[in-house]
């Protein structure tokens, strides 16, 4: 059993590629204490994931979801519409739109559910988070919106992404690190989050380089740490 159990859908379809850093600095840094299950364009390998998943006690999810799903592996244009014997055969039009819901959150019964996706926070009679700790997760921690992709009329540039995206990497992996190595609680590990997120917002307040737009930047860290939620035990301890 490792410490941290990740779970990474492969999606070439969108920008989850970053995500990737995460895995490769932990897995140097770790060892055997972190392992990541990237999940390939089947149902198959979908399934085998919650099957050798039930043994490990903390679960980070790292991908696309919502508020009442987590995606699970998407090919490059699997977000077309193809006829669905197209899609099985094909792994280029593979699409799991809907991999983790209420309707299979008790699979990690007895588990931490560590859910680094968008509105995963969300705390509403279908919301994950909630239906998680019905169905016997013990621990469950949500994330509100993380612009990873630029968005046409929305104000947040595509190199302020680059600079976001870049310090909530730097924040999770020393997060996730200190907290696996320390043995720490779910809530240890989300009052780090939050405080080396507000140590990256003074350096970038402090810092005399000229960071265009550096105002969106620092407003959507903001978000980005004071949006997440506990559900159920938040001192249950990762390990």
């Excluded at 507000?198 to 000229?210: F, G, P, V, Y």
Aim: charge should be positive.
């Amino acid at each position: 059993m490792s410490k941290i159990f990740a779970i990474y859908p492969i999606d070439k379809s969108t920008s989850t590629k970053f995500l990737n850093r995460i895995n490769t600095f932990e897995k140097r840094n770790l060892g055997s204490d972190w392992h990541c299950y990237k999940i390939h364009f089947s149902d198959e390998d979908h399934e085998e994931c919650l099957r050798i998943s039930k043994d490990e006690r903390f679960i980070f999810y790292m991908g696309h979801g919502g508020e009442t799903k987590l995606c699970g592996a998407c090919g490059k244009y699997g977000e077309m519409s193809v006829d669905a014997i197209a899609k099985k055969e094909n792994p280029e039009f593979y699409i799991k739109d809907e991999f983790i819901n209420g309707g299979n959150i008790s699979e990690f019964k007895n588990q931490i559910f560590f859910c680094f996706s968008c509105n995963s926070n969300r705390n509403t009679p279908k919301s994950l988070g909630r239906l998680a700790i019905q169905s016997g997760v013990l621990s469950f921690v949500g994330f509100g919106d993380i612009p990873t992709d630029y968005i046409e009329g929305v104000a947040f540039s595509k190199k302020s992404i680059a600079v976001y995206k870049g310090l909530i990497l730097k924040i999770m992996k020393l997060a996730l690190l200190i907290t696996a190595k320390n043995n720490g609680s779910v809530y240890s590990l989300v009052r780090l989050i939050q405080i080396l997120t507000t140590k990256e917002i003074q350096n970038l307040l402090l810092s005399k380089d000229a960071i265009r737009h550096k105002k969106s930047i620092v407003d959507q860290l903001l978000s980005f740490k004071n949006d997440i939620r506990i559900f159920g035990d938040r001192y249950v301890k990762i390990c």
